[in-house]
């Protein structure tokens, strides 16, 4: 290898992109070129010094909240469109909704049922989708429990103080659900219990905390994101279970813990 | 006569049409939910390229609103592999098609650009007293920027790209257009151009 390849390919060396024969060539020319020695180490504290700088600039607050604003959708756009929005965009949703914009009674009434519609969507989405962002930060490293016990006296009372409810906690090692610990979270802004399961390999993020958003009836299964998430509601609390097992498993754990509950004498 | 008879059966209809819209509503809605998971945590890679593309920071934060909006009507076709090359490589789209209508094609003038640039001579030619011990003595943030800011057009997006967006000259190859040797090549040049404005910078520097 000559100076000439050399000069080009050890910016490709520095940056880590060479694959290893090419990189031997580089380092075997520069082993034996001054130059090219001088050249490297130049350019490689060039690089730290720019990573040291930390260059990449902080998007201005405003222009988040107004990206935000625009991406927030539809809602909102039927609600009271906004102004300072693009052109373009606000054309696409007017088209959109252009149902709405014929004058009848009629087509405003049904515009006002669609956005109750979807704004109450939207909240339980935005609940479910914070569901399996808690789940998901809960995975990471040193963040699944802030009480490490299988056992649930141990789990129980240390949500003492720290909520205004007092979450069920339940040992269901028995039932083939393994209770790791607890966390406590927050799902809409609101703290909220999580007891952790562990069912073989996988985490279970039971969410317990007072009632949000609307009523459920019954069980309401959703899979986001991949994650499955069964909601409930029972004695006064808002229950969500969120694991990466089946909807079949998950709901064969959300029975059993509704039955542990109920069960009668200590358990 | 045929007014009664309409009276429920566009009732209906509306019902229907209601009902299909609401799902609509909330595809598109749910779609918009996925894409701001998905973009938004590249806001400050994209306003930082942006930055070094407009040259002016109201022009930047134009140019990043533009291309949040259309990252978004095209995220259906959204397949992959990285979301960070794709946004920024429709930044440079939308930042290229405002040179383009303003007629201050920032192209061409980077091509007058790279023939100054060429008719330099390499700066490794040059006699350096010690060009590392130069660079020892670290520029605040300030004087890189603008420095970086002060490269001609390619060599200027590359190294952007490279140093500050952190990609992989496979993503700036996609982003720009170009083969992966031309993004070498064009790293190399801009990192010569750097170091010879920084060691004339220190230079002012008492």
Request: aromatic residues 6%.
């Amino acid at each position: 290898m000559n100076c000439a390849d050399a000069e080009i390919m050890l910016h490709a060396l520095i940056d880590g992109e060479l694959d290893a024969g090419h990189a031997r060539d580089v380092e075997a020319h520069v082993a034996t070129c001054p130059a090219c020695a001088e050249e490297l180490k130049t350019f490689r504290a060039m690089r730290a010094t720019m990573a040291e700088a930390n260059l990449k600039e902080a998007a201005p607050v405003q222009l988040r909240s107004r990206i935000e604003a625009a991406l927030a959708v539809p809602v909102a756009r039927v609600a009271a469109p906004r102004q300072s929005l693009l052109a373009p965009w606000r054309a696409s949703w007017r088209t959109f909704f252009g149902g709405f914009t014929i004058g009848t009674a009629l087509s405003a009434a049904v515009a006002a049922s669609l956005v109750i519609a979807v704004v109450r969507n939207d909240q339980n989405q935005q609940i479910a989708s914070d569901v399996v962002s808690a789940h998901l930060r809960s995975l990471q490293a040193g963040h699944l429990t802030d009480v490490e016990t299988s056992d649930q006296h141990t789990v129980k009372p240390w949500f003492n103080g720290k909520l205004d409810v007092a979450p069920p906690v339940i040992d269901l090692t028995a039932q083939g659900f393994t209770l790791i610990g607890g966390r406590l979270d927050y799902i809409n802004g609101q703290p909220v219990a999580s007891i952790v399961y562990r069912r073989r390999k996988h985490v279970i993020n039971l969410f317990v905390g007072e009632p949000l958003g609307a009523a459920v009836r019954g069980v309401k299964d959703e899979s986001v994101q991949g994650f499955n998430i069964r909601h409930w509601r029972e004695a006064g609390l808002d229950l969500w279970a969120v694991s990466d097992i089946d909807a079949g498993e998950l709901d064969e754990f959300g029975q059993k813990f509704t039955a542990a509950l109920h069960a009668p004498g200590p358990s | 006569m045929l007014a009664p008879l309409q009276q429920p059966m566009s009732a209906a209809s509306w019902m229907a049409g209601r009902d299909t819209m609401a799902g609509e509503a909330n595809d598109e809605h749910d779609k918009a939910r996925r894409f701001r998971d998905a973009a938004l945590p590249h806001l400050d890679d994209v306003f930082t390229l942006a930055r070094y593309l407009m040259r002016n920071p109201t022009d930047a934060e134009d140019a990043v609103q533009e291309c949040y909006l259309r990252a978004l009507r095209h995220f259906d076709s959204y397949r992959g592999p990285a979301m960070k090359p794709w946004l920024l490589a429709i930044l440079r789209n939308v930042c290229n098609a405002e040179f383009a209508r303003r007629g201050r094609q920032e192209t061409p003038a980077g091509l007058a650009d790279d023939e100054q640039a060429e008719a330099t001579p390499p700066i490794w030619q040059e006699p350096q007293a010690s060009p590392e011990t130069a660079l020892l003595r670290q520029q605040d943030g300030d004087t890189i920027r603008r420095l970086v800011a002060a490269l001609p057009q390619p060599f200027r997006e590359a190294i952007v790209m490279r140093e500050i967006n952190d990609l992989s000259y496979h993503e700036i190859a996609e982003v720009a257009g170009v083969p992966v040797g031309t993004v070498m090549s064009r790293l190399a040049r801009a990192r010569a151009m750097l170091r010879s404005a920084w060691t004339v910078a220190e230079g002012a520097t008492p």
